[in-house]
């Protein structure tokens, strides 16, 4: 990789959103499907649980073929903290006071269980990830987030449990740490697993986007942008399941959050995985060292996705935490990324439907890394017919509307006042002359509403401003320039092709 390149092409109006990651990725180019081609499994998706399915599989003498609207790794995956943990985002206690105690140790232990695979297969296939053991820093710095119980919680649960150390960087009011956890470059890691398996039974394509799956006589076809997929399995490894399936986008709330990477000015780069309360708000950080060159990796600031009234307002509070606590020198690059919470707090993982032959893993919440690894775990026993203990927990197909009741509420409430506040108030009787360089709106045309966006060399852009998904109107994202909706957290790009979200289809052109 060209390094400097890397951060030359950072500063152009497409690349708000690389993240470090990119910095060090490889160009693996994999061909594009360009025929129609009949497989044993066809599995929707290259990032972390797609590759990591297709390994398994492989390794079980399946035939499996990956297929990747963009490039390998590229998408969620690397949008990520690279930290693998056996805890949740959402911590402990949340998860036991909806289960037990129990369930609360099953979800440590299936998560320490992924994690463990991540570490086999980098040994087995010698992947230069820059894998470490790294302890996991949970704690508070003021009295508006209690983490009180965590500490038990987490000890019994299995975890080795220790004091913050002496030399803690920050001045911590309570906390605690969790030994054994681990951080790694996760795009290298998704890179080096896909160039070990490709070939033989295991085929990936890349650029080949799927835009619709459709269940025929035992079968399913997957219709892609350049040919059709006849498949017996379907593993959706997509983040969020694609097209209308209300029973999960019910229960799934689309969140983003902010990601920074910083050269500090001096060498006190924090050592292990941080998880921090400040004034209720929590921050993840953490440093990556590669060739020689240290970074600070800071995430936060989430919201609802396609909600905030200013996308960049959140990179700036979270570029000031960073100022606040660290000698930053410079910001390298600032980027983000989505996830999808659960309303009754453990992911959608196996069958679509009781004996459905596709399958999901979603719901990850900021913990999929080692959910999409878990999902691959158990897709690939369910495919191969071999028993897993953690199926019947993370079962996909699941009812659970006492444990999902508040936060399903929640969303949903959430979805129908974005419909009707989209509807009827999103739009502007604008000139299309008033919007200037780099601006964006949604303007009311003959009632219909458009996405316009001018691009800093003035070229207009307008699409319909209604999602191809169920018919929210998108919102304008400044900081990562594209559309988001605010319902489902379909994102399209400037271009109106879908970045991310269930939708299959592109936002319709709007030439004249
Ligand atoms: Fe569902 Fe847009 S993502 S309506």
């Not at 054994?180 to 890349?206: S, T």
């Not at 989505?338 to 900021?366: C, H, M, V």
């Amino acid at each position: 990789m060209n390094f400097s390149g890397f951060f030359v092409e950072l500063k152009s109006e497409n690349m708000f959103t690389q993240s470090i990651w990119n910095a060090y990725g490889v160009q693996q180019d994999f061909f594009e499907l360009k025929k129609d081609i009949e497989v044993e499994v066809a599995i929707v998706g290259g990032g972390i649980t797609g590759i990591t399915t297709a390994m398994l599989l492989k390794e079980q003498g399946r035939e499996v073929a990956v297929f990747e609207a963009r490039e390998v790794g590229k998408g969620t995956s690397s949008h990520s903290t690279g930290n693998l943990y056996s805890i949740t985002d959402e911590l402990l206690s949340p998860l036991k006071s909806k289960y037990d105690i129990d369930t609360v140790r099953e979800v440590v232990e299936a998560r320490k269980s992924a994690a463990g695979l991540i570490e086999q297969s980098i040994v087995k296939y010698k992947i230069d990830c820059d894998y470490k053991k790294q302890p996991l820093y949970l704690f508070n710095t003021d009295d508006k987030k209690d983490i009180g119980q965590e500490r038990e919680i987490a000890r019994d649960a299995g975890l080795e449990i220790l004091s913050l150390p002496d030399d803690f960087p920050v001045e911590a009011k309570e906390g605690f740490s969790i030994q054994g956890q681990a951080q790694f470059n996760p795009l290298l890691y998704i890179q080096g697993l896909a160039a070990e398996i490709e070939g033989g039974n295991c085929n990936i394509y890349e650029n080949t986007r799927v835009r619709k799956i459709e269940e025929k006589e035992g079968h399913y076809l997957l219709h892609t942008t350049s040919g059709v997929v006849r498949a017996k399995y379907v593993v959706q490894a997509t983040h969020t399941p694609k097209g209308v399936e209300l029973q999960y986008h019910t229960v799934l709330g689309p969140y983003r959050e902010y990601g920074i990477a910083a050269k500090l000015d001096n060498d006190n780069y924090p050592e292990g995985i941080f998880w921090g309360y400040f004034n209720g708000d929590k921050y993840s950080f953490r440093s990556y060292t590669r060739n020689g060159e240290s970074y600070l990796l800071c995430v936060g600031r989430p919201h609802k996705v396609g909600q905030a009234v200013d996308n960049r307002e959140h990179i700036k509070e979270l570029t000031s935490f960073a100022q606040n606590h660290f000698a930053i020198k410079e910001i390298i690059c600032k980027w983000g990324g989505q996830n999808y919470k659960p309303a009754d707090l453990l992911p959608y993982i196996g069958r679509k439907t009781s004996n459905s032959k596709e399958l999901l893993a979603t719901g990850f919440s900021t913990d999929g890394l080692v959910y999409g690894t878990l999902s691959a775990i158990i897709n690939t026993d369910i495919i191969v017919g071999k028993e897993n203990r953690w199926e019947e927990m993370f079962k996909a197909s699941r009812h659970q509307p006492g444990k999902a009741a508040g936060k399903f509420a929640k969303e949903n409430l959430d979805v129908a006042s974005q419909m009707l506040k989209d509807w009827l108030f999103k739009g502007e009787d604008a000139e299309l002359s008033s919007i200037q360089p780099g601006e964006s709106k949604v303007l009311v045309r003959d009632n219909k509403k458009v996405a316009v966006h001018r691009t800093t060399s003035g070229e207009l852009k307008a699409f319909s401003a209604v999602c191809t998904h169920m018919g929210c109107v998108v919102n304008w994202n400044n900081a990562e320039k594209s559309w988001d909706c605010p319902c489902h957290g379909t994102r399209f790009d400037m271009d109106g092709e879908v970045l991310e979200g269930p939708a299959f289809e592109p936002l319709p052109r709007i030439k004249e």
